[in-house]
């Protein structure tokens, strides 16, 4: 299994850089324009908190973007976190007669 190093970005941080700051959003202003509490966007924005599909929605119809723009990168910040925790995942071995994927 290929790993990073570097944590991917956090689908807040693209939020908060490439939306909120250039066009003067605060959160309070954005939360409203997405039908969402100040607090939960707060909480995504500050990276304390994932994208649902729900939110992923809301954010595509917002910035003219995929919703899966922002589920993969929330995706691939829980994979990321994953692989650094231990949960017994790292035990498993791979089935008799299935070749190791190297993704």
């Not at 299994?1 to 941080?13: E, F, L, Q, Y």
């Not at 595509?60 to 929330?74: D, E, V």
Request: aromatic letters at 4%; charged letters at 25%; a positive charge.
């Amino acid at each position: 299994m290929r790993t990073r190093t570097r944590k991917p970005t956090h689908p807040g941080a693209l939020i908060r850089l490439d939306y909120m700051e250039p066009l003067s959003l605060s959160v309070t202003a954005l939360a409203e324009r997405l039908g969402v509490s100040r607090k939960h966007l707060s909480g995504i924005v500050n990276e304390r908190a994932g994208v649902s599909p729900d939110m992923a929605l809301r954010l595509s119809r917002a910035f003219g973007t995929s919703p899966g723009l922002w589920l993969n990168l929330q995706q691939a910040v829980e994979l990321w976190e994953a692989q650094r925790t231990p949960g017994g995942w790292e035990k498993v071995e791979a089935l008799p007669g299935i070749s190791e994927r190297v993704d």
